[in-house]
């Protein structure tokens, strides 16, 4: 899948600002489309030193961001005919976070929170440092947010244990995720909640592969979020080929 490909003209406009020569860049695919070996993404016209300088650049954006989509899309196509969404994480370069999330979508995935300000994830830790009670720390955080005027913000917590979940779904979260629950146990852990809190989604997370995909979207939890997609996406094959007319 194509991602980047919108970064190519804005590559080559910033080197206009220092180097001379326009280039003129046509877009033949948009971000999203299916890629097949030999096809032509855009096709760049301009002078040979402003065309070599912008190249490795322009190459880097394109064959990195175009490895996490189709990462992601071959993710979406095997979870097979399911409604569960395929999800990124924070697990992000570090000044890359919104391109990597950009190039999740253009593979047909859905943008996990984008930060620490929109979404809260009550992890192990946090549970630690509040006792222990899955219920508890929601309702603290819940009771944070409503006073810092963010109750709009919705509350996620991890658990390992159904035991757990039932806790967590007194206090009746947005989201719950289990974290490296096997597919049995997802299959439990999805009649508890449509039995205690029907209207919470459930995000499983750990151990998923693309092999692995189909069983745990099978299960019937509604999000599958996946640190793979942004860390460990290999990066596409790209060549950037000089034509003389």
């Known amino acids: 899948r194509l991602s980047g490909g919108v970064l190519i003209r804005l590559v080559y406009e910033a080197l206009a600002t220092r180097y001379p020569g326009d280039v003129a860049v046509e877009d033949l695919l948009p971000d999203g489309s299916a890629l097949e070996s030999g096809t032509v993404i855009a096709r760049l016209n301009g002078p040979v030193s402003a065309l070599l300088t912008g190249e490795r650049t322009a190459l880097n954006f394109l064959i990195h961001m175009s490895g996490i989509a189709s990462l992601t899309s071959q993710f979406v196509q095997n979870a097979g005919n399911t409604c569960v969404a395929i999800l990124d994480t924070r697990k992000t370069l570090p000044g890359y976070r919104r391109l990597q999330k950009y190039a999740v979508l253009c593979g047909g995935g859905v943008n996990h929170r984008m930060g620490l300000y929109d979404g809260m994830l009550i992890k192990d830790n946090h549970l630690a440092a509040c006792g222990g009670s899955v219920a508890r720390a929601v309702e603290q955080a819940r009771t944070f947010l409503r006073e810092e005027g963010r109750g709009e913000i919705p509350v996620e917590v991890e658990v390992d244990t159904l035991d757990q ?76 080929d000089w034509q003389t007319r």
């Open 165 to 240: 979940l039932r806790d967590a779904l007194t206090a009746h979260p947005e989201i719950v995720l289990l974290d490296n629950m096997r597919p049995a146990e997802l299959q439990s852990a999805v009649s508890i909640r449509n039995e205690l809190s029907p209207e919470t989604q459930l995000e499983a997370s750990g151990g998923v592969n693309l092999q692995t995909i189909g069983c745990i979207a099978g299960s019937g939890v509604d999000r599958v979020s996946i640190g793979g997609l942004t860390h460990s996406a290999v990066a596409l094959d790209i060549g950037y």
